[in-house]
């Protein structure tokens, strides 16, 4: 069984654990897309929303940096490229290389973007189960008749199903190379083949062996799904989602 980890579901008692998912999947689409144009005031007004809407719904974060270290590492070298690559007054020059303040504080935004999308999507995962996830998706698609609906759900819901069990294989795959001394190995070519390989592996046998239960089990596409139905908070909550992107459009 997968071990708990932030990006997967916490059973919890707050607004965003509350709200139908309908509403909170226009959330992160209307939020994402807003702050792909938002600067600095407005990125800090996101993060202050975002952060304690996390926190009231209870974001372990010690958790939350550790799952995430690499996607910190990521964004540290989208970081670097921007400051590289943005012309501008030099900061910092090295023969052909250099950092300009155009280019910092291009990095800074870029990658402040990028961090209320990741903010918003772990809101979104952390407050809704998978099944609601698969019933939402279903409910949006339905009325396209040309679309299968509902195995696009039940593909969309296993994805999310399964990312937490693939930070968990390539934690245990990780762990065992750290055993054999693979770490001690200073071409990392050979690093990064010895964790691909072996974790790719795993990951599609326990794809193989979700199939196999599902058949196993006569899964069909026909089943009784979680009942959807939105509220007066809902509507509250997308008239408050609406107006804060609005502040920062305007």
């Not at 992160?28 to 600067?39: E, H, R």
């Not at 939350?64 to 270290?69: G, N, Y």
């Amino acid at each position: 069984m997968a071990e708990l980890n932030v990006l997967g579901f916490h059973a919890g008692s707050s607004v965003l654990h509350q709200l139908d998912v309908r509403f909170k999947l226009i959330f992160l689409v209307v939020i994402s897309l807003t702050s792909l144009n938002a600067f600095v005031p407005s990125l800090s007004l996101l993060t202050l929303v975002l952060m304690v809407s996390l926190i009231h719904a209870g974001l372990p974060l010690k958790m939350a940096l550790k799952d995430l270290r690499y996607v910190f590492l990521l964004l540290l070298f989208v970081f670097i490229a921007r400051s590289l690559s943005v012309p501008g007054s030099p900061v910092v020059e090295f023969k052909a290389v250099s950092v300009t303040r155009e280019g910092l504080y291009e990095g800074v935004i870029v990658c402040w973007r990028l961090v209320i999308v990741i903010m918003t999507g772990l809101s979104f995962v952390l407050t809704t189960r998978s099944s609601e996830i698969k019933a939402a998706v279903e409910w949006m698609l339905k009325p396209f008749p040309w679309i299968p609906a509902k195995r696009i759900a039940t593909m969309m819901s296993l994805v999310v199903r399964f990312i937490p069990i693939i930070f968990e294989q390539a934690k245990k795959t990780m762990e065992a190379q750290r055993a054999r001394g693979v770490e001690d190995r200073k071409n990392p070519a050979y690093r990064l083949k010895m964790l691909g390989i072996p974790l790719m592996r795993r990951i599609f046998e326990r794809a193989d062996k979700l199939v196999l239960a599902m058949e196993a089990r006569c899964y069909s596409e026909n089943r009784t799904d979680s009942r959807l139905s939105s509220g007066f908070k809902d509507w509250i909550a997308l008239i408050g989602v609406v107006c804060l992107c609005l502040i920062i459009i305007l």
